[in-house]
């Protein structure tokens, strides 16, 4: 059983930047941030394979947000920066997968944090 407590999130004006944070109880193949905003489908934000340290960044995030891993702090985190009002949604760390996963798909994930809340305003 692997737990995760995410923090950091807030409100924020258009244009201005958050770091999310992720304390993980244990080490999984796959490690993401998902968000889920009103009335639309939950979306994969940036995923990262632990051992190998590849990335998967969702287009409408690139060149924005930055997936990083502390392996000594045992913490996930997520810098987002020029965020958009589009942005706004609840963030979710993830943790699950195996080692032939592609890490990118929400079904590969058993473990969940309660989520944390993002509002950008324009």
């Known amino acids: 059983q692997v737990q995760l407590v995410e923090s950091g999130g807030g409100s924020v004006q258009a244009g201005g930047s958050l770091r999310l944070s992720c304390a993980v109880s244990g080490l999984s193949y796959c490690m993401g941030w998902f968000r889920q905003a009103p009335g639309k489908e939950r979306e994969g934000v940036a995923t990262t394979r632990t051992y190998s340290r590849s990335t998967f960044y969702a287009d409408s995030v690139k060149g924005r947000f930055t997936i990083s891993q502390d392996s000594a702090k045992n913490t996930l985190y997520l810098q987002m920066n020029s965020l958009k009002p589009e942005d706004t949604a609840m963030y979710y760390c993830?943790?699950?997968?195996?080692?032939?996963?592609?890490?990118?798909?929400?079904?590969?994930?058993?473990?969940w944090g309660q989520g944390t809340q993002v509002t950008v305003s324009s």
């Open positions: 993830a943790a699950g997968g195996g080692r032939y996963s592609a890490c990118t798909e929400s079904d590969e994930y058993i473990y």
